[in-house]
Nanobody, 128 residues
Framework: QVQLVESGGGSVEAGGSLRVSCEVS????????TGWVRQVPGKERESVAA???????EYADSVKGRFTISQDTHKNTLYLQMDSLKPEDSAMYYC??????????????????????RGQGTQVTVSS
């Protein structure tokens, strides 16, 4: 089982930047991807950014060019640098991990962080 503990977040004006961090511990050997999801009350959870086990990175279209996901493998820490923040980025941000979902008839997997394990979350609020 994997444990995920977020830190960072907070409040910022539109156009500003924030960074959230996540300490990853436990059994990570079977993970296919780790990253960040966000959720606003009353809305579905959204995958924001993911790092796959092969090193590839995926971003939601809504954050491409503004958010950067990275990891420090020595510290077992995941980061999400958020620049040019918009009010619509306001949400609870969760560090997440997923074992991957097999694509039927293939040997490939896809990452679905929104359905994976999550930490306790950290609030990000962007004011206009």
């Amino acid at each position: 089982q994997v444990q995920l503990v977020e830190s960072g977040g907070g409040s910022v004006e539109a156009g500003g930047s924030l960074r959230v961090s996540c300490e990853v511990s436990g059994d990570t050997s079977r993970l296919y991807c780790t990253g960040w999801v966000r959720q606003v009350p009353g809305k579905e959870r959204e995958s924001v950014a993911a790092i796959l086990s092969d090193g590839n990175i995926e971003y939601a279209d809504s954050v491409k060019g503004r958010f950067t996901i990275s990891q420090d493998t020595h510290k077992n820490t995941l980061y999400l640098q958020m620049d040019s923040l918009k009010p619509e980025d306001s949400a609870m941000y969760y560090c997440a991990a997923d074992r991957g979902w097999e694509i039927a008839g293939t040997s490939r997997k896809i990452c679905k962080l929104e359905y994976g394990s999550r930490g306790q979350g950290t609030q990000v609020t962007v004011s206009s």
